[in-house]
Nanobody, 124 residues
Framework: QVQLVESGGGSVQAGGSLRLSCAASGYTYSSNCMGWFRQAPGKEREGVVSISSLGISAYYDDSVKGRFTISQDNAKNTVYLQMNSLKPEDTAMYYC?????????????????WGQGTQVTVSS
């Protein structure tokens, strides 16, 4: 059973930074995609960025390009989301998710496993 555990959320002022981590365990397949999603109150969960086990990343939200960076440490089975220049509109619950295969997606329904989420709150 795949387990994903996020950490690193918190409260920061606008312009600040946070680094989210997602530690994965229990993989039985060699190829996979890891995605970061976020869900603000009253809104649908949306894809932010993903990275495949080949190291290919895709940013789905234009508003985070140049501010957020996804990376992974395969030795630690951990994916990171470095978030800089945070804005109040980045406030949301952030989730990491996993799917098999090398083709990632911004569609949450494509992902099989989810972490519990970590809250990010950005104040103005």
């Amino acid at each position: 059973q795949v387990q994903l555990v996020e950490s690193g959320g918190g409260s920061v002022q606008a312009g600040g930074s946070l680094r989210l981590s997602c530690a994965a365990s229990g993989y039985t397949y060699s190829s996979n995609c890891m995605g970061w999603f976020r869900q603000a109150p009253g809104k649908e969960r949306e894809g932010v960025v993903s990275i495949s086990s080949l190291g290919i990343s895709a940013y789905y939200d234009d508003s985070v390009k140049g501010r957020f960076t996804i990376s992974q440490d395969n030795a630690k089975n951990t994916v990171y989301l470095q978030m800089n220049s945070l804005k109040p509109e980045d406030t949301a619950m952030y989730y990491c998710a996993s799917k098999g295969g090398y083709i990632c997606s911004r569609d949450p329904s494509r992902y099989n496993y989810w972490g519990q989420g970590t809250q990010v709150t950005v104040s103005s």
